[in-house]
């Protein structure tokens, strides 16, 4: 589902590279901001061997630095499925199969 994920990610950022892709607190991260993050990491991340989930989540983490700052493990797993979730929504393409702005 991640690399689904990260595909939609880099359709919005070709099509609405300033669209916000997702918001908490102070942060805010656009479609082509959170693309150029997860292709920097994803060099990182081939170069030592790890996944491009670990790109994307160090992709987010470096977008969104409130992510870090939640207390609680639980409540920082809980935050982050939410993002994720919110990200994924779209992933096998929808059911309309096309991009969507939620305001």
């Given at each position: 589902?991640?690399?689904?994920?990260?595909?939609?990610?880099?359709?919005r950022?070709?099509?609405?590279?300033?669209?916000?892709a997702?918001?908490?607190?102070?942060?805010?991260?656009?479609?082509?901001?959170?693309?150029?993050?997860?292709?920097?990491?994803g060099?990182?991340?081939?170069?030592?061997?790890?996944?491009?989930?670990?790109?994307?989540?160090?992709?987010?983490?470096?977008c969104?630095?409130s992510?870090?700052?939640?207390?609680?493990?639980?409540e920082?797993?809980?935050v982050?499925?939410?993002v994720?979730?919110?990200?994924?929504?779209?992933?096998?393409g929808?059911a309309?199969?096309?991009l969507r702005?939620?305001?």
């Open positions: 589902m991640v690399h689904q994920m990260i595909e939609d990610i880099q359709r950022a070709e099509v609405t590279p300033r669209l916000t997702v918001r908490f607190g102070d942060d805010v991260v656009t479609y082509g901001a959170l693309d150029e993050s997860i292709t920097k990491y060099s990182v991340m081939d170069r030592h061997g790890l996944s491009q989930e670990a790109a994307f989540h160090a992709g987010l983490l470096h969104m630095p992510l870090t700052r939640i207390e609680g493990t639980s920082r797993n809980r982050l499925g939410e994720v979730a919110w990200l994924g929504r779209d992933a096998d929808g309309t199969g096309g702005a939620v305001s």
